[in-house]
């Protein structure tokens, strides 16, 4: 079961405007990961559904981090179908991403009232998302469908949507600045942030660093 309430998960990601993306095969360096990124300045954190047996590796992950990261709100990516998705949603997920829409993993998260953000690629889509009850949409792969400029162009008609850009979102003032300006409320970052040279080198300091960097780009934007 969730830990945290469907608003609360929904309003940090706007308050913050980023949700760090990674997965790790190993649960204590995902743990390490985490607290990283928490002491970095982030609340949430998404791990993909990417590894074998990675679920197990969730399980370990919220377990440490409900005991030693009382605040940290995490969930899951990559998933695509139903099946997986209440695996995790069982584990204790507080809300689940998806690389594209899936009507029945929306009802699914919608009955455990579990905020839902599925990969969409066109403005169809994203009012299909809506339509299924899906408060902030993803976009993906966020630098192949049309970059800011998309995001831009169907806040024009859709003013309403709420949009989270995620491949194509660079660690930069600039990029950053880019998407928020286009009207993205939040940021999907994964490899660009936490990098592979970073996890490898088990540099948490410098993970802390991007996180906070980023974040402080987000608040300079947003003014």
Same mark, same amino acid.
Request: net charge positive; charged share 20%.
């Given at each position: 079961?969730?830990?945290?309430?469907?608003?609360?998960?929904?309003?940090?990601?706007?308050?913050?405007? &980023?949700?760090?993306?990674?997965?790790?095969?190993?649960?204590?360096?995902?743990?390490? =990961?985490?607290?990283?990124?928490?002491?970095?300045?982030?609340?949430? &954190? $998404?791990?993909?559904?990417?590894?074998?047996?990675?679920?197990?590796?969730?399980?370990?992950?919220?377990?440490?981090?409900?005991?030693? &990261?009382?605040?940290? #709100?995490?969930?899951?990516?990559?998933?695509?179908?139903?099946?997986?998705?209440?695996?995790?949603?069982?584990?204790?997920?507080?809300?689940? =991403?998806?690389?594209?829409?899936?009507? $029945?993993?929306?009802?699914?998260?919608?009955?455990?009232?579990?905020?839902?953000?599925?990969?969409?690629? +066109?403005?169809?889509?994203?009012?299909?998302?809506?339509?299924?009850?899906?408060?902030?949409?993803? #976009?993906?792969?966020?630098? +192949?469908?049309?970059?800011?400029?998309?995001?831009?162009?169907?806040?024009?008609?859709?003013?309403?949507?709420?949009?989270?850009?995620?491949?194509?979102?660079?660690?930069?003032?600039?990029?950053?600045?880019?998407?928020?300006?286009?009207?993205?409320? =939040?940021?999907?970052?994964?490899?660009?942030? #936490?990098?592979?040279?970073?996890?490898?080198?088990?540099?948490?300091?410098?993970?802390?660093?991007?996180?906070?960097?980023?974040?402080?780009? #987000?608040?300079?934007?947003?003014?």
């Amino acid at each position: 079961m969730a830990r945290f309430s469907r608003l609360t998960v929904l309003n940090t990601m706007v308050e913050s405007g &980023l949700v760090p993306v990674f997965y790790h095969p190993d649960a204590g360096t995902a743990f390490e =990961v985490a607290r990283a990124v928490r002491r970095g300045g982030s609340r949430l &954190l $998404e791990f993909t559904h990417r590894g074998d047996l990675a679920h197990r590796v969730f399980e370990a992950l919220i377990e440490r981090a409900a005991a030693e &990261l009382p605040d940290m #709100i995490l969930g899951v990516g990559s998933i695509g179908d139903p099946h997986i998705a209440a695996l995790y949603v069982a584990a204790g997920a507080s809300f689940v =991403v998806g690389s594209v829409l899936n009507p $029945e993993v929306a009802r699914l998260c919608n009955r455990r009232k579990v905020p839902y953000s599925p990969g969409c690629g +066109s403005a169809t889509e994203i009012a299909a998302a809506e339509e299924l009850g899906c408060e902030i949409v993803k #976009i993906f792969p966020g630098g +192949s469908v049309g970059g800011p400029g998309f995001v831009r162009a169907l806040r024009g008609p859709s003013p309403w949507s709420s949009v989270m850009p995620t491949g194509g979102v660079d660690a930069t003032p600039e990029s950053v600045r880019a998407w928020i300006e286009a009207g993205a409320v =939040v940021l999907g970052m994964g490899s660009k942030l #936490i990098t592979r040279e970073i996890v490898a080198r088990r540099d948490w300091a410098a993970l802390e660093k991007n996180v906070r960097d980023v974040l402080q780009w #987000i608040r300079e934007a947003r003014k």
